[in-house]
């Protein structure tokens, strides 16, 4: 595919970048994985959102920023630098752009509860100019609340992370009305956290492991309450359990669309993904990253979603249309490390016409 300023190839992922010191097995190889990615992806997009590529104590996103320059990347936002006196880490998000990023923003989260508490978790905003600027991408990553070990809708933790995307609604209600054009489209990208997979196997009699495909069709309660939350259309606070009385209504309602879901007609594994041998073996896809517990979830947590309600409104006639959208697993053949991250990539691709 050529880089034509008619098309829009956009990438996020989850780096797994933490800060030094802290790894999951005998090593993280986050240098060498840094290199890969630089080497081998980051020149393949022309817009990449990155998620926990923190900052704190550590040259990497630095070594990042001035790596991507050099491949053409001569616009960036990225989470705010923190200090020790802080009491926080950073909140690890970045955008690289070829474009030109004309307005940019960012809100930080209330503090995640357990581990999280530490990054200073939140959302970025770039608006960035196409077609020499007679329209715009306006383009928005995140990384939310992680829930560690089994997931039930009425754990503390999933309560904060959907304040933290009803938060992450209200930054839209802000920055849409004040720099959004009619006809421009919105990319909300990032991790989640949100398993949108309910888990069930529909042929248990024949089938004994969960299929990518076949048993991901059906959406979990989690990821029904995410996309209702992130619209505005707020929900039935006893979800969340019989002392609720959070509701996460908006003001305003987006009619997002689920890209990968709607693309696929399944949610596709996106951490912790499987292998199975020709005798049903069922075998974890990645170890070197994951941890033991996470390494058959069969999780989908990483989204690309879209909206653009009036694209025959544009003021220049411009039609901006998502047309392709897919996982982008990222394996490393023949390293120390079998793929770029414990996350797959999403990868999308806009087209102006």
């Known amino acids: 595919m050529t880089n034509s300023s008619s098309r829009l190839r956009i990438l996020t992922q989850n780096m797994f970048m933490r800060p030094p010191l802290i790894k999951t097995n005998k090593s993280d190889w986050k240098d060498e994985r840094l290199d890969y990615f630089i080497d081998n ?28 320059e050099k491949l053409g990347f001569r616009f960036y936002v990225v989470s705010q630098r923190q200090y020790p006196w802080n009491l926080a880490i950073d909140g690890g998000l970045v955008v690289l752009s070829r474009y030109p990023i004309v307005e940019s923003d960012s809100f930080e989260y209330q503090r995640g509860i357990g581990p999280d508490w530490m990054a200073k978790k939140g959302v970025l905003y770039a608006k960035i100019a196409m077609a020499e600027g007679d329209t715009h991408v306006h383009l928005f990553t995140t990384h939310t609340q992680a829930s560690y070990g089994e997931v039930v809708i009425t754990q503390p933790d999933v309560k904060r992370r959907l304040s933290q995307l009803f938060e992450f609604h209200n930054f839209l209600e802000r920055i849409l009305p004040k720099h959004r054009a009619a006809g421009e489209a919105v990319v909300l990208t990032g991790d989640f956290n949100v398993d949108s997979r309910d888990h069930v196997l529909r042929d248990p009699s024949k089938v004994k492991y969960e299929r990518e495909m076949e048993d991901g069709v059906e959406t979990s309660d989690e990821g029904k309450a995410m996309m209702a939350v992130l619209e505005g259309r707020g929900i039935d606070p006893k979800v969340l359990g019989p002392d609720n009385v959070d509701e996460f209504r908006g003001k305003t309602t987006y009619a997002l669309h689920d890209a990968l879901k709607e693309r696929l007609g399944y949610h596709p594994v996106t951490f912790g993904n499987i292998v199975v041998d020709k005798e049903g073996g069922v075998f974890p896809r990645e170890t070197v990253l994951t941890t033991k517990l996470d390494s058959e979830v069969m999780h989908s947590i990483d989204y690309v979603f879209w909206y653009n309600p009036d694209p025959q409104e544009h003021k220049a006639s411009i039609v901006t249309e998502l047309i392709d959208v897919g996982v982008v697993p990222n394996f490393t053949p023949d390293r120390e490390f079998t793929q770029i991250s414990d996350h797959y990539g999403v990868a999308a691709v806009i087209a102006l016409k």
């Open 41 to 68: 992806i980051l020149g393949n997009y022309d817009v990449v959102c990155l998620q926990e590529m923190f900052e704190f104590a550590s040259s990497r996103r630095s070594r990042l920023l001035a790596a991507a």
